[in-house]
């Protein structure tokens, strides 16, 4: 099992960029799917982002074409690069490691969360 931290939150305006980064420890970081979860008040928490051993991604229809998922197995870190961010991003996002992570969501492992806030 991996332990997560998140960092990299914070406020932007929108149009701005906000690049997470989310660490992980213990063994076997290659073997999972990576993914970035969001949950804004009063709502459920939703997939945003996942990347799989092999380095494929899928993205919510919300956010293709602004974020981008990606991986270094070296380091052990999966990031979220946030680019164009709408006040409809803000959340609190969450980094899972989930090692059936390709074919299921909202399982396995999860980070303590980073405050995303967009606003003027």
């Known amino acids: 099992q991996v332990q997560l931290v998140e960092s990299g939150g914070g406020l932007v305006q929108p149009g701005g960029s906000l690049r997470l980064s989310c660490a992980a420890s213990?063994?076997?970081?290659?073997?999972?799917?990576m993914g970035w979860y969001r949950q804004a008040p009063g709502k459920q928490r939703e997939l945003v982002a996942r990347?799989?051993?092999?380095?494929?991604?899928n993205y919510a229809n919300s956010v293709k074409g602004r974020f981008t998922i990606s991986r270094d197995n070296a380091k052990n870190t999966v990031y979220l690069q946030m680019n164009s961010l709408k006040p409809e991003d803000t959340a609190v996002y969450y980094c899972?490691?989930?090692?059936?992570?390709?074919?299921?969501?909202?399982?396995?492992?999860w980070g303590q969360g980073t405050q995303v806030t967009v606003s003027l």
């Open positions: 899972n490691a989930d090692k059936w992570g390709s074919s299921r969501t909202g399982f396995g492992s």
């Open positions: 213990g063994s076997g970081f290659n073997i999972y799917t």
């Open positions: 990347i799989d051993v092999g380095g494929s991604t």
